[in-house]
Protein backbone atom coordinates (compact mmCIF):
# COMPACT_ATOMS: atom_id res chain seq x y z
CA UNK A 1 0.00 0.00 0.00
CA UNK A 2 1.38 3.19 -1.30
CA UNK A 3 0.09 6.27 0.86
CA UNK A 4 -0.53 9.94 -0.33
CA UNK A 5 -0.46 13.10 1.49
CA UNK A 6 -3.52 14.09 3.67
CA UNK A 7 -6.12 15.42 2.05
CA UNK A 8 -7.11 19.45 2.57
CA UNK A 9 -11.43 18.11 1.69
CA UNK A 10 -14.53 20.31 3.47
CA UNK A 11 -17.18 18.23 4.95
CA UNK A 12 -19.00 19.09 1.18
CA UNK A 13 -22.26 17.12 1.03
CA UNK A 14 -22.90 16.26 4.31
CA UNK A 15 -20.12 13.83 4.37
CA UNK A 16 -18.37 12.78 7.64
CA UNK A 17 -14.29 12.63 7.17
CA UNK A 18 -12.66 9.78 9.52
CA UNK A 19 -9.58 8.96 9.92
CA UNK A 20 -8.14 5.25 9.74
CA UNK A 21 -4.40 4.22 10.05
CA UNK A 22 -3.35 7.66 10.40
CA UNK A 23 -5.02 8.78 6.82
CA UNK A 24 -8.08 11.14 6.93
CA UNK A 25 -10.63 9.94 4.46
CA UNK A 26 -13.30 12.33 3.31
CA UNK A 27 -16.28 10.37 4.26
CA UNK A 28 -17.03 7.26 5.91
CA UNK A 29 -17.90 5.64 2.62
CA UNK A 30 -13.92 6.60 1.30
CA UNK A 31 -12.70 4.89 4.79
CA UNK A 32 -15.00 1.82 4.08
CA UNK A 33 -13.46 1.01 0.51
CA UNK A 34 -10.24 1.96 1.91
CA UNK A 35 -10.35 -1.00 4.15
CA UNK A 36 -11.75 -3.12 1.94
CA UNK A 37 -8.90 -2.63 -0.60
CA UNK A 38 -6.38 -3.44 2.02
CA UNK A 39 -8.44 -6.75 2.29
CA UNK A 40 -8.26 -6.95 -1.20
CA UNK A 41 -4.38 -6.49 -1.14
CA UNK A 42 -3.79 -8.58 1.73
CA UNK A 43 -5.39 -11.74 -0.19
CA UNK A 44 -3.57 -11.03 -3.05
CA UNK A 45 -5.93 -10.04 -5.32
CA UNK A 46 -4.41 -6.52 -6.32
CA UNK A 47 -0.93 -5.72 -6.29
CA UNK A 48 -0.86 -2.51 -4.34
CA UNK A 49 -3.16 0.87 -4.04
CA UNK A 50 -1.98 4.29 -4.03
CA UNK A 51 -4.20 6.92 -1.31
CA UNK A 52 -5.24 10.17 -2.78
CA UNK A 53 -3.39 10.29 -6.10
CA UNK A 54 -2.76 13.18 -7.40
CA UNK A 55 -3.50 14.20 -11.14
CA UNK A 56 -2.50 17.39 -13.49
CA UNK A 57 -5.37 17.87 -16.57
CA UNK A 58 -6.01 20.99 -18.96
CA UNK A 59 -4.41 24.35 -17.78
CA UNK A 60 -2.64 22.91 -14.59
CA UNK A 61 -6.36 22.45 -13.03
CA UNK A 62 -5.82 19.54 -10.02
CA UNK A 63 -7.21 16.29 -9.64
CA UNK A 64 -7.14 14.12 -6.40
CA UNK A 65 -9.05 10.99 -6.91
CA UNK A 66 -9.52 8.87 -4.15
CA UNK A 67 -7.63 5.51 -4.77
CA UNK A 68 -5.39 3.76 -7.73
CA UNK A 69 -5.65 0.38 -7.61
CA UNK A 70 -2.51 -1.39 -9.22
CA UNK A 71 -4.07 -4.84 -10.54
CA UNK A 72 -1.75 -7.93 -10.57
CA UNK A 73 -1.35 -7.44 -14.62
CA UNK A 74 0.03 -3.93 -13.86
CA UNK A 75 -3.23 -2.15 -15.15
CA UNK A 76 -3.92 0.81 -12.91
CA UNK A 77 -7.37 1.86 -11.69
CA UNK A 78 -8.57 5.59 -10.92
CA UNK A 79 -11.30 5.27 -8.35
CA UNK A 80 -13.48 7.96 -6.87
CA UNK A 81 -15.48 7.61 -4.03
CA UNK A 82 -18.93 8.94 -4.83
CA UNK A 83 -22.07 9.72 -3.05
CA UNK A 84 -23.16 13.03 -5.54
CA UNK A 85 -20.90 12.73 -8.90
CA UNK A 86 -21.17 16.84 -9.26
CA UNK A 87 -20.84 19.02 -12.30
CA UNK A 88 -17.30 19.34 -11.76
CA UNK A 89 -16.26 16.48 -11.29
CA UNK A 90 -17.93 15.79 -14.49
CA UNK A 91 -16.15 18.14 -16.16
CA UNK A 92 -12.90 17.10 -14.30
CA UNK A 93 -13.52 13.32 -15.75
CA UNK A 94 -13.99 14.20 -19.05
CA UNK A 95 -10.44 16.18 -18.87
CA UNK A 96 -8.70 12.96 -17.19
CA UNK A 97 -10.16 10.99 -20.00
CA UNK A 98 -8.64 12.93 -22.85
CA UNK A 99 -5.42 13.76 -20.75
CA UNK A 100 -4.82 9.67 -19.78
CA UNK A 101 -6.32 8.25 -21.89
CA UNK A 102 -8.66 6.08 -19.52
CA UNK A 103 -12.11 6.66 -17.32
CA UNK A 104 -12.39 7.15 -13.55
CA UNK A 105 -13.97 4.13 -12.41
CA UNK A 106 -17.10 5.50 -9.88
CA UNK A 107 -18.15 3.85 -6.43
CA UNK A 108 -21.00 4.35 -4.75
CA UNK A 109 -21.99 2.68 -1.38
CA UNK A 110 -25.35 2.14 -0.01
CA UNK A 111 -26.71 3.51 2.70
CA UNK A 112 -26.11 1.13 5.78
CA UNK A 113 -22.41 1.11 4.19
CA UNK A 114 -22.44 -2.63 3.81
CA UNK A 115 -21.15 -3.10 0.37
CA UNK A 116 -20.00 -1.11 -2.86
CA UNK A 117 -20.81 -1.21 -6.40
CA UNK A 118 -19.84 1.22 -9.42
CA UNK A 119 -22.39 3.50 -10.95
CA UNK A 120 -22.23 6.26 -13.63
CA UNK A 121 -26.12 7.01 -13.51
CA UNK A 122 -26.78 11.09 -13.98
CA UNK A 123 -27.15 12.86 -10.65
CA UNK A 124 -29.36 15.77 -9.76
CA UNK A 125 -28.19 18.96 -12.19
CA UNK A 126 -28.99 21.90 -9.76
CA UNK A 127 -25.48 23.03 -8.35
CA UNK A 128 -24.83 24.41 -4.98
CA UNK A 129 -23.24 27.55 -3.74
CA UNK A 130 -20.08 25.40 -3.26
CA UNK A 131 -19.99 23.60 -6.95
CA UNK A 132 -20.59 27.22 -8.12
CA UNK A 133 -17.21 27.85 -6.74
CA UNK A 134 -15.71 25.26 -7.48
CA UNK A 135 -16.66 25.64 -11.12
CA UNK A 136 -16.06 29.15 -11.30
CA UNK A 137 -12.24 28.64 -9.81
CA UNK A 138 -11.46 25.88 -12.28
CA UNK A 139 -12.36 28.43 -15.31
CA UNK A 140 -10.37 31.25 -13.71
CA UNK A 141 -7.44 29.14 -13.83
CA UNK A 142 -7.65 27.93 -17.25
CA UNK A 143 -8.42 31.62 -18.21
CA UNK A 144 -5.04 32.70 -16.86
CA UNK A 145 -2.57 33.82 -19.08
CA UNK A 146 -4.68 33.24 -21.96
CA UNK A 147 -4.47 36.98 -24.28
CA UNK A 148 -7.87 37.55 -24.44
CA UNK A 149 -7.95 40.63 -27.35
CA UNK A 150 -6.29 38.13 -29.49
CA UNK A 151 -8.16 35.56 -28.62
CA UNK A 152 -11.51 37.16 -28.94
CA UNK A 153 -9.93 39.04 -32.44
CA UNK A 154 -9.68 35.97 -34.21
CA UNK A 155 -14.46 36.33 -34.21
CA UNK A 156 -14.57 39.99 -34.13
CA UNK A 157 -12.69 42.85 -35.52
CA UNK A 158 -11.56 44.97 -32.21
CA UNK A 159 -10.38 48.67 -32.00
CA UNK A 160 -8.64 50.80 -29.55
CA UNK A 161 -10.54 53.47 -28.28
CA UNK A 162 -8.74 55.95 -25.81
CA UNK A 163 -6.06 55.50 -23.90
CA UNK A 164 -6.97 52.62 -21.72
CA UNK A 165 -5.70 49.31 -22.23
CA UNK A 166 -8.64 47.90 -23.82
CA UNK A 167 -10.20 47.40 -26.26
CA UNK A 168 -13.65 47.26 -27.59
CA UNK A 169 -16.17 45.57 -30.43
CA UNK A 170 -19.09 44.55 -31.65
CA UNK A 171 -21.04 42.11 -29.04
CA UNK A 172 -22.18 39.09 -29.89
CA UNK A 173 -25.14 38.90 -27.96
CA UNK A 174 -26.76 42.20 -28.58
CA UNK A 175 -25.07 43.67 -31.36
CA UNK A 176 -23.74 46.89 -29.98
CA UNK A 177 -20.34 48.19 -30.15
CA UNK A 178 -20.40 48.26 -26.16
CA UNK A 179 -17.95 44.98 -25.79
CA UNK A 180 -14.51 45.99 -23.91
CA UNK A 181 -12.29 43.55 -23.58
CA UNK A 182 -9.26 44.12 -20.74
CA UNK A 183 -6.35 42.34 -20.53
CA UNK A 184 -4.33 42.68 -17.21
CA UNK A 185 -1.21 44.33 -16.78
CA UNK A 186 -0.04 41.64 -14.33
CA UNK A 187 -0.27 37.61 -15.01
CA UNK A 188 -2.09 37.35 -11.39
CA UNK A 189 -5.87 37.83 -12.74
CA UNK A 190 -7.18 36.42 -15.48
CA UNK A 191 -8.17 39.10 -18.56
CA UNK A 192 -11.75 39.36 -18.98
CA UNK A 193 -14.33 41.40 -21.03
CA UNK A 194 -17.90 43.23 -20.73
CA UNK A 195 -20.13 44.63 -22.17
CA UNK A 196 -21.81 47.92 -21.76
CA UNK A 197 -25.18 47.18 -23.10
CA UNK A 198 -26.62 43.85 -22.27
CA UNK A 199 -24.54 43.28 -18.87
CA UNK A 200 -22.35 39.98 -21.03
CA UNK A 201 -19.01 39.55 -18.78
CA UNK A 202 -16.71 36.81 -18.35
CA UNK A 203 -12.94 35.85 -18.75
CA UNK A 204 -11.67 33.69 -22.34
CA UNK A 205 -13.31 30.16 -21.51
CA UNK A 206 -16.92 32.12 -20.71
CA UNK A 207 -16.44 33.72 -24.00
CA UNK A 208 -15.68 30.15 -25.33
CA UNK A 209 -18.49 29.00 -24.01
CA UNK A 210 -21.55 31.93 -24.47
CA UNK A 211 -20.27 33.29 -27.48
CA UNK A 212 -19.06 30.14 -29.71
CA UNK A 213 -21.19 27.89 -27.69
CA UNK A 214 -18.34 25.83 -27.41
CA UNK A 215 -18.41 22.70 -24.71
CA UNK A 216 -16.69 23.40 -21.65
CA UNK A 217 -14.28 21.00 -21.60
CA UNK A 218 -13.37 21.97 -25.04
CA UNK A 219 -13.02 25.78 -24.10
CA UNK A 220 -10.68 24.43 -21.34
CA UNK A 221 -8.35 22.85 -24.17
CA UNK A 222 -8.49 25.69 -25.98
CA UNK A 223 -7.56 28.29 -23.90
CA UNK A 224 -4.42 25.90 -22.97
CA UNK A 225 -3.63 26.04 -26.84
CA UNK A 226 -3.72 29.47 -26.23
CA UNK A 227 -1.21 29.79 -23.41
CA UNK A 228 1.38 27.56 -25.51
CA UNK A 229 1.15 29.51 -28.59
Do not use: W
Request: charged share 30%; with cysteine.
Amino acid sequence: MSGGRAPSKTHKYRAKPVTIDGTRFASRAEGRYYQQLKIMHKGGLIKDFIIQPVYTLHAGIKYIGDFDIIHNNGDIETVDVKGVETGVFRIKRRLFRQDYGRDITIIKVNKNHEGVFTFDKKEREDMEPQQVDEMQAVKTKASMGVDLQQLIGRYIRLVQRGKSSGMVGKCLKCGNDTLYVFNPRTHKTPAYYSCASCQANGMAVDFLTDFQSMPLEEAIAQCTREKRS
